[in-house]
């Protein structure tokens, strides 16, 4: 019997830099809850800009990056923008989409658009 994958390894294209300049390329998200795209709307920062709250659900879903000890808003905000839209295509994919199309593709490269496509 197989158990649901709640847990997805990926490997950013081009890689998180923290500020002891140590580069961080895999990681781990983690199937998101009604919760973390709730909490964010909460957010004095959201009600600001809509935008942040994709910079706070994944700072939630992101479990793991490198060595990094926690994942944080800040985290995500210094990511590459091209880091940032692979993370928020993994999440449409791992939350909406099939993921079993992870299984077929090389480690950090981008997904086929028809993949990250929200019907």
């Known amino acids: 019997m197989s158990g649901l994958q709640t847990e997805f390894p990926f ?6 830099v923290d500020d002891d300049g140590t580069l961080h390329k895999t ?12 909490e964010p709307l909460r957010d004095g920062r959201v009600k600001e800009n809509e935008a942040y709250a994709t910079v706070i659900v994944l700072a939630r879903v992101v479990t793991q ?13 210094s990511l ?32 086929p658009p028809a993949s990250v496509e929200v019907g």
């Open 11 to 16: 490997t950013l294209p081009k890689g998180y």
């Open 27 to 38: 990681g781990i998200m983690r199937l998101a809850c009604a919760r973390d795209e709730i």
């Open 65 to 77: 990056l490198g060595t990094v000890g926690r994942v944080t808003t800040k985290t995500i905000e």
């Open 80 to 111: 590459f923008v091209s880091d940032f839209s692979y993370l928020q295509d993994l999440y449409r994919i791992v939350n909406f989409q099939d993921p079993s199309i992870l299984d077929t593709l090389e480690p950090g490269t981008p997904f």
